[in-house]
């Protein structure tokens, strides 16, 4: 059975940064894209940024236009942990966010590709 555990959400302030862990069991990361997604109170679940790799080792990571340049995913097999370094955050970030692995192919922005899922850590950022 695989297990998805977030950690890292808190309140800061706006410019501020955090960084979300995603502790995975059951499943290596070796076998999975993995996804960061968030859904703020009253809006849909929307995509943040994935990464998966090919046969090569090489990562590919893929960011949703309002992450880019301020987040950053990164994975480390040996723990089989995958973070999200989020800087420079805004008040709009603030939102549940969830963990996600999937098929390592695939439609890497869709939450339809994603079979399994954490409990979710709330990100609340103050102005």
């Given amino acids: 059975?695989?297990?998805?555990?977030?950690?890292?959400?808190?309140?800061?302030?706006?410019?501020g940064s955090l960084r979300l862990s995603?502790?995975?069991?059951?499943?290596t990361l070796s076998s999975s894209a993995m996804g960061w997604f968030r859904q703020a109170t009253g809006k849909?679940?929307?995509f943040v940024t994935s990464i998966t790799w090919d046969p090569s080792r090489t990562d590919y990571r893929y960011y949703a236009d309002h992450a880019k340049g301020r987040f950053t995913i990164s994975r480390d097999?040996?723990?089989?942990t995958?973070?999200?370094q989020m800087n420079s955050l805004k008040p709009e970030d603030t939102a549940v966010y969830y963990?996600?692995?999937?098929?390592?192919?695939g439609n890497y922005?869709?939450?339809?590709?994603?079979?399994?899922?954490?409990?979710?850590?709330?990100?609340?950022?103050?102005s």
């Fill in 1 to 15: 059975q695989v297990q998805l555990v977030e950690s890292g959400g808190g309140l800061v302030q706006a410019g």
């Fill in 22 to 27: 995603c502790a995975a069991s059951g499943r």
């Fill in 44 to 46: 849909e679940r929307e």
């Fill in 77 to 80: 097999n040996a723990k089989n």
């Fill in 82 to 84: 995958v973070y999200l």
């Fill in 99 to 105: 963990c996600a692995a999937g098929p390592r192919i």
């Fill in 109 to 126: 922005d869709s939450a339809g590709h994603y079979e399994h899922w954490g409990q979710g850590t709330q990100v609340t950022v103050s």
